[in-house]
């Protein structure tokens, strides 16, 4: 069955280890932790420190979703920080086979994520070397953005390539997600959709309840 993964971009960071553990009791496996550096995309977020501090207290799966330019160079760092995935930009690797082979030294799960302007086409030489494919479905950089609808034909074309071709990638769909769109998002093939306003804007369990329905009835 598909999975919901919270992105901690949308809570309340003074509340944020009471918020943890609600979504943890809420029988969710995986935490969404976007990564902004104020330069591939215009946001600043948070780095290691906040990692390495809810590492701590949370048990969850860490899905690290780094907006960064040239991530090659903190791949250690965020495994070390506690990452159990990384997800890095094509468009912010000046060698993406490099970068790669420096998350395969590593015991992390590899992601490769496409904005909303770029193919799959550019994933094709990678397809058989990573874990995931992570699916824009709005410009990367800020919550609480409008999903763009066509991105939702890369999550079939990527869906339609592994069965046709065997492969293990898993894909997961980030960007305007919501009770109303998450069922067509995951019969396009979506197995782990991320939720950031959907999850944290009023109440917590009620909202991870409510989109864990919706994924079971669609899946
Ligand atoms: C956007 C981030 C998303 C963001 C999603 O750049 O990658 O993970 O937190 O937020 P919502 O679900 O509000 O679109
Ligand atoms: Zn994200």
Redesign the pocket.
């Known amino acids: 069955m598909s999975e919901l993964a919270p ?1 901690i ?2 809570a309340d960071f003074t509340h944020l280890g009471e918020q943890l553990q609600l979504i943890e009791h809420s029988g969710t496996k995986v935490l ?1 932790i ?1 990564v ?1 550096d104020g330069m591939f ?1 215009p946001s600043i977020s948070f780095g290691m420190p906040v990692i390495r501090s809810i590492r701590k207290e949370c048990g969850l799966f860490f899905d690290v ?1 780094l ?1 960064i330019q040239e991530p090659v160079r903190y791949i250690k760092e965020f495994v070390d920080a506690g990452a159990d995935s990384i997800t890095i930009h094509v468009e912010a690797c000046e060698d993406v086979q490099a970068t790669i082979d420096a998350m395969a030294q590593y015991p992390v799960k590899k992601a490769l994520s496409i904005n909303p302007a770029t193919s799959i086409d550019i994933l094709e030489p990678y397809l058989d070397q990573i874990d995931m494919i992570l699916v ?10 409008k ?1 763009i609808t066509e991105t939702l034909e890369k999550v079939k074309g990527l869906d339609q390539i592994r069965k046709e071709r065997g492969y293990s990638f898993k894909i997961e769909f ?5 009770r109303e769109n998450l069922k067509e998002i995951i019969k396009n093939g979506t197995d782990i959709a ?6 944290f804007r009023g109440k917590i369990e009620e909202n991870v309840r409510d989109l864990q329905e919706v994924i079971a009835g669609a899946s």
């Open positions: 992105s971009l949308s969404h976007d902004m995309v979703h907006m824009m479905g709005v410009e990367p950089g800020f919550g609480g953005q999903l980030d960007g305007g997600v919501n991320v939720a950031g306003t959907a999850v």
